[in-house]
Structures are given as structure tokens and as C-alpha cells.
């Protein structure tokens, strides 16, 4: 006689304690509100928060900003993707150029690049194009060191079973650097679209511009609390479909290990 | 050196065959902050076609630093290797390699890292496929063609490694202490797959290893090496029937083999231990790269 699975151990487990966690946050914050233990004019009570989704989508067009904000972290992922990559590689390729602007490159990743939105608004003007190049110059850093990290971590043994087969040059990365390096790499660029999307969104909210920054923005101006909430779960969302997007990329370029 | 017996004819046409490895007088010297150190000195050795032949010694006799040198993966040293006659200096297609680290692509399922070598050779995808099917099966890991690595132990892993450098058909296997991370019941059975395929195939194999149950186990000739700087001690032929299995273990004459092959290994054994600890203690470097 087979003995049933514990509910503990059973696959959706998991997911129903994720969802109950935060189902008990919530009440719990609820309670505090009411109990006047935290100030609903700082805190707004969680029913009121869900209460004002139906205004935000209707009345605050929050499916075209949600558009917009999205579309400006996708554009950003693909560049800081493209050129953090290929700045890793880089790197890895050439000690000297490696030795020379490693620190710099780490460096750059510690530091506030969002006060440079005033620079960027000279270059580009007050655009779409000031916010994702903010998102690319934040996300840049942490995808370089990365894939650095990730190639010269290549266990020297795999290495040598390519050159046992006399693979060339280009053969060795594409068969067996690059998807030796793949998680680091991974790892990576989720920091990268992390600093990117805070930026992406610090900037539309700083120069009241385009997306869900700019409705937030507006929403706190108006100190519509319960609004200004409302309009940040999208934010969440953005960040939910991107980390989404790039755990399939993963899963499709590196089925595992 | 001394070489203990001659060859008894087992293998047919063996002794008369011209060999198919060839290495002669290879010397190989690192800089080290002590200053030069002599990893291998003035090693030579032939290997027949067909053979199994076994390379022993103490850590630090630079047994590895041969298997880089004959593969073609460490470069600078004095003396030539040759396949069939044609001189090597780099890697080569004629030559495959078995590491002693975990080497299977954990990104790749089993059927994939044995197409590998196929894969590259620019096969079609059908017909790798189906090479590669026939050297999973005589790895006998049949069944786990879509399984992944981390699914599997250590042991199949090594089988992984083996079916996928025997896919490239190379004419000789080079093995480094392929199951050193394994236990010693795995270690006997494996030897055993080993034994099978190396009957089945007739495939020259080149052993480096440390474990002396092992190379007498599956070896035509083992080459005893001394400690640090690596010299030929002694060529020993083994003189036990084929077809082998784990069986042989128990028999007088394999402890026999056991016995003479320790009393030689041991003098050599002790040295290490003796000079490594020494250096230990003046903080000296360790072994070569």
C-alpha cells in the first residue's frame, strides 16, 4: 500500500505558501491600519490599495503607461544583454584591457549612475531615450563582471577536453566557454535588468516623463496614496515578466545543469 | 630500467606489431620560486597496437605531465612522441583523452555529450546520433540517452566521458586516473566495463594511474615511474589470461603482481612522502602545474 505524500511535499506547496504569506501580510497590515498602529497617511489600508485599481486602469490610462515603462526595460535589457556580454568577452580575451579597466568597471557598478539623469537630458532631451539609456548605463556593470566571472570560471578541465578534440577558437567559446559561463552569466544580467528597471523608473518619476515613474509621480503629487500603491504593483509586475522572460531564455539556451 | 619478463605472445601479433605510440626521451622542466624542477626525465616508452598499457607511480612522479605531453596539451619540453610514426606535437585527432576530473558538459543530455566529438567531425545529425547510441550502449548506459549529468553518479559519469572520447574513434584512449574519485567497488566494476570495451574494440589504451589493483587489473605492461624527477623504474609484464574481469583480484598471481609491483613502488612512495613533507616544512613549492 503506497502511504500519500505529506501536503507539505507535494509540488504546489511551494506556490500556496508564497500566496498564504503574503495573503497573511496583508490582513496583517490591514489590522495595523485599523488598529491605528500604523498611519493610513503614510500606509494605506491594503483594501483600499485594491479598491483603486479599477481607477488607475481606468481613469490613469495604466495599461498604456505599463506598455510604455515595459517596452523601455525590454529596449534596455536587449542593449545592456548585447553589450554586457560582449564587454565580458572582451575582457576575457585581453588580459591588458582586463587589468586596466576591471576596478573601473566594478566601480561604475557601486555607483549612484542615477544622478546622471541631468547629463543624459542635455544628450537626449526629455525622452524616451534619456530613460532606457539610463536603464543601459545602470545595468551595463554588473552583466560585464559577470560574464567575466562566469568565462574565467570555466573548470580548466572542460577546456581541455575541447582542445583533446582540436576544437578552434570560435568552437571553444560557442561550445564550451559560453555555455559553461551561461548561469553566471544569468545571474548577471538579472542584476543588470534590476538596476536597470529601478532606474528606468527613478528617472520617468524624476523628469515626469513617459510610464508607470511618471504616474506614480503624479499619483503622490495628488497624494493619492492608495493610487500611488496601486500604481507600484505594476512596477512589481514589469519586474515579475522580465525576471519571467530571462528564466526561459535560460531554460531554452541551457536545459540544464 | 629493468624490464621483468618479455612479452608472451597473449595478444596475436602483438610483439612483432610496430607500435602505434612512440615516446622517446621526453624530458619536461618547470619554473618553479625553488628553481627548476624536472617533472619527467628522460622517459621513453612504446606501446603496441591493441595494448593496454599501464604508467604507475608515486604523487608527484609526474605520471600527469606525461598524459598532458603525449595528449598534446603541454607544450616545451625535450623529446618527441609519435602515433604511428608521425611525430605529434599539439592534439591530435588519432589520440583521445579520459580525465581524472569530472569532465561531462553538465549543459548537454548523455546522448549529446557523446555526439560531441561527432558534432564537431561536422557529421549529420542523424548519423552522430546513431554512433552515438551504439558507444552509449557499449558504456552500458542505455536508457539514459536523454538523462542529464547531475541525474547521474559519478561512476556513469566517467562512462559518459569514456563513450564520448571512444566515439571519436581514436586509435589511442589516454586515460588519467579516470576513477580516482571513485569508490573501490565502482572502481573494480568499472574496470571491468573497461576490460570488456578494450576486448570488444581492441582499442590501445595508455593507463596513468596510482592504484596498483587497478593498473595490474587491466594492463598488458605496467611502467613503473620513481618519484620526482619521473624516470622509467621498471617495465612490468603481466603476464594473466584474457578475457579479464574483477575475478583476477583473487587470484595467487595477481598478488603476486600486486607485491613486486608495491616493493618497487614503495622505495619510490616513501622518498615522496620524506622530500614532500621536507619542503612542507621549509615552505617550499609544491608540485609542478
Not at chain 2, 605472445?9 to 612512440?22: H, K, V
Not at chain 2, 624536472?38 to 604507475?56: K, M, Q, W, Y
Not at chain 2, 589516454?174 to 570495451?197: H, N, S, W, Y
Not at chain 2, 583476477?248 to 612512495?269: C, H, K, P
Amino acid at each position: 500500500m503506497t502511504r500519500p505524500v505529506p501536503f507539505s511535499q507535494r509540488r504546489y506547496f511551494p506556490a500556496v505558501l508564497g500566496l498564504g504569506s503574503f495573503a497573511a501580510f496583508v490582513i496583517a497590515v490591514e489590522f495595523l491600519v485599523y488598529a491605528d498602529i500604523l498611519n493610513r497617511f503614510i500606509i494605506p489600508p491594503p483594501s483600499d490599495v485594491i479598491g483603486a485599481f479599477p481607477r488607475v486602469i481606468m481613469e490613469e490610462h495604466v495599461l498604456a503607461r505599463f506598455t510604455q515603462t515595459a517596452l523601455e526595460a525590454l529596449a534596455a535589457s536587449v542593449l545592456v544583454t548585447i553589450f554586457g556580454v560582449a564587454g565580458g568577452v572582451l575582457l576575457y580575451q585581453f588580459t591588458l584591457l582586463r587589468r586596466a579597466t576591471e576596478t573601473w568597471v566594478a566601480a561604475i557598478a557601486a555607483a549612484p549612475l542615477v544622478l546622471m539623469y541631468p547629463l543624459y537630458l542635455v544628450i537626449f532631451g526629455r525622452n524616451a531615450t534619456t530613460i532606457v539609456m539610463m536603464g543601459f548605463t545602470a545595468g551595463l556593470a554588473p552583466i560585464i563582471l559577470k560574464t567575466l566571472e562566469g568565462l574565467s570560471g570555466t573548470r580548466r578541465v572542460l577546456i581541455n577536453v575541447g582542445r583533446s578534440f582540436n576544437l578552434t577558437r570560435s568552437q571553444q567559446f560557442w561550445k564550451i566557454l559560453f555555455p559553461a559561463a551561461l548561469p553566471t552569466i544569468f545571474v548577471g544580467m538579472r542584476l543588470g535588468l534590476i538596476f536597470a528597471l529601478i532606474n528606468i523608473v527613478g528617472v520617468e518619476y524624476l523628469i515626469n516623463f513617459g510610464g508607470l515613474g511618471q504616474l506614480i509621480n503624479e499619483l503622490a503629487e495628488r497624494y493619492d496614496l492608495a493610487g500611488t500603491y496601486a500604481a507600484i504593483c505594476f512596477v512589481i509586475l514589469v519586474s515579475i515578466i522580465v525576471f519571467a522572460l530571462t528564466e526561459r531564455l535560460e531554460r531554452w539556451l541551457r536545459p540544464a545543469g | 630500467m629493468t624490464v621483468v619478463a618479455m612479452p608472451s605472445g597473449r595478444m596475436p601479433g602483438a610483439a612483432t606489431a610496430e607500435p602505434i605510440l612512440t615516446v622517446d626521451n621526453i624530458v619536461k622542466q618547470f619554473e618553479t620560486p625553488d628553481g627548476v624542477l624536472t617533472a619527467v626525465d628522460n622517459v621513453s616508452l612504446s606501446v603496441r597496437p591493441g595494448e593496454f598499457f599501464g604508467v604507475i607511480g608515486p604523487s608527484g612522479c609526474g605520471k600527469s605531465t606525461l598524459f598532458n605531453i603525449i595528449g598534446g596539451l603541454l607544450d616545451g619540453y625535450d623529446g618527441t612522441v609519435r602515433v604511428a610514426g608521425e611525430t605529434v606535437d599539439g592534439p591530435h585527432p588519432s589520440i583521445g583523452m579520459i580525465f581524472q576530473e569530472e569532465s561531462t558538459f553538465p549543459w548537454r543530455s548523455v546522448i549529446d555529450n557523446v555526439a560531441f566529438p561527432l558534432e564537431i567531425a561536422g557529421l549529420p545529425k542523424s548519423e552522430r546520433y546513431d554512433r552515438a547510441r551504439h558507444f552509449v550502449s557499449l558504456v552500458g548506459l542505455d536508457g539514459f540517452e536523454r538523462r542529464f549529468p547531475a541525474e547521474l553518479s559519478g561512476g556513469m559519469r566517467q562512462r559518459v566521458s569514456m563513450a564520448r572520447t571512444l566515439a571519436a574513434q581514436p586509435k589511442i584512449m589516454l586515460m588519467d586516473e579516470p576513477f580516482a574519485a571513485l569508490d573501490e567497488q565502482t572502481r573494480l566494476l568499472l574496470g571491468d566495463k573497461v576490460l570488456q570495451i578494450q576486448q570488444e574494440l581492441k582499442q590501445t589504451t595508455l593507463l596513468i594511474t596510482h592504484n596498483i589493483t587497478e593498473a595490474v587489473q587491466l594492463s598488458d605492461r605496467i611502467m613503473v615511474m620513481t618519484y620526482r624527477p619521473g624516470k622509467v623504474k621498471r617495465i612490468v609484464e603481466i603476464d594473466l589470461p584474457r578475457p579479464r574481469t574483477s575475478e583476477i583480484v583473487s587470484s595467487e598471481a595477481f598478488g603476486r603482481y600486486v607485491a613486486q609491483i608495491w616493493s618497487d613502488l614503495r622505495e619510490e612512495a616513501t622518498r615522496g612522502l620524506v622530500e614532500d613533507e621536507s619542503r612542507k616544512l621549509r615552505g617550499g613549492a609544491g608540485a609542478p602545474p
